[in-house]
T-cell receptor, first 118, second 114 residues
Framework: DGGITQSPKYLFRKEGQNVTLSCEQN?????MYWYRQDPGQGLRLIYYSQIVNDFQKGDIAEGYSVSREKKESFPLTVTSAQKNPTAFYLC?????????????????FGDGTRLSIL | GNSVTQMEGPVTLSEEAFLTINCTYT??????LFWYVQYPGEGLQLLLKATKADDKGSNKGFEATYRKETTSFHLEKGSVQVSDSAVYFC?????????????FGAGTRLAVHP
């Protein structure tokens, strides 16, 4: 079955440590996204990528980094500069029709990675 | 700018009750509208969508109608089940900064009791 796989499901970070969250999709989607979800809140966009080797900052990119070397993969690194990393991280992907204001392509989500501080 | 406002939860209902979760939006143009559902410990699943005015999205007994005149996309279900307990997110796709951005409401938690 096609879908999005995030790993690990749970991750713990020590002080001063960088950690990387994996996101892989086999839906042949062009665009991929990373969101952060805090308890009782909606989703906030961290980074997104429309094509390989290109990505853009979202609303809360500080303290995070990404790469997009392959269409299927969009890993997120939570760096030591992110002072409050405890959250639920969700990866998503979508088809990317011609950019414009009337896209109707929904995003498909993985099952998330819960990151906590040790 | 683009934004989505949902009714605050939690919404607590008995099984077989009627459900309405209100959602209103602010956007330029005619955005596509979505409802996503998040079960405990999981990611978001697309529940239904509507792409133009007066469209009705439906899935698993849930319905929502795209009302341009009231800028609303309220989620309804005639008879809820315990298994519907989850957090529901209303969202729209808005074009901002050169890309199509999915903009979420804060989510509404639904708890259904037997």
């Amino acid at each position: 079955d096609g879908g999005i796989t995030q790993s690990p499901k749970y991750l713990f970070r020590k002080e001063g440590q960088n950690v990387t969250l994996s996101c892989e999709q086999n839906l042949n989607h062009d665009a991929m996204y990373w969101y952060r979800q805090d308890p009782g809140q909606g989703l906030r966009l961290i980074y997104y990528s429309q094509i390989v080797n290109d990505f853009q900052k979202g609303d809360i990119a500080e303290g995070y980094s990404v790469s997009r070397e392959k269409k299927e993969s969009f890993p997120l690194t939570v760096t030591s500069a992110q002072k409050n990393p405890t959250a639920f991280y969700l990866c998503a992907s979508s088809l990317l029709k011609a950019p414009g204001p009337y896209s109707n392509q929904p995003q498909h989500f993985g099952d998330g990675t819960r990151l906590s501080i040790l | 700018g683009n934004s989505v406002t949902q009714m605050e939860g939690p919404v607590t209902l008995s099984e077989e009750a009627f459900l309405t979760i209100n959602c209103t939006y602010t956007a330029t143009g005619y955005p596509s509208l979505f409802w996503y559902v998040q079960y405990p410990g999981e990611g978001l699943q697309l529940l239904l969508k509507a792409t133009k005015a007066d469209d009705k999205g439906s899935n698993k007994g849930f319905e929502a109608t795209y009302r341009k005149e009231t800028t609303s996309f309220h989620l309804e279900k005639g008879s809820v089940q315990v298994s519907d307990s989850a957090v529901y997110f209303c969202a729209l796709i808005g074009f901002s900064g050169g890309y199509n951005k999915l903009i979420f409401g804060a989510g509404t938690r639904l708890a259904v009791h037997p």
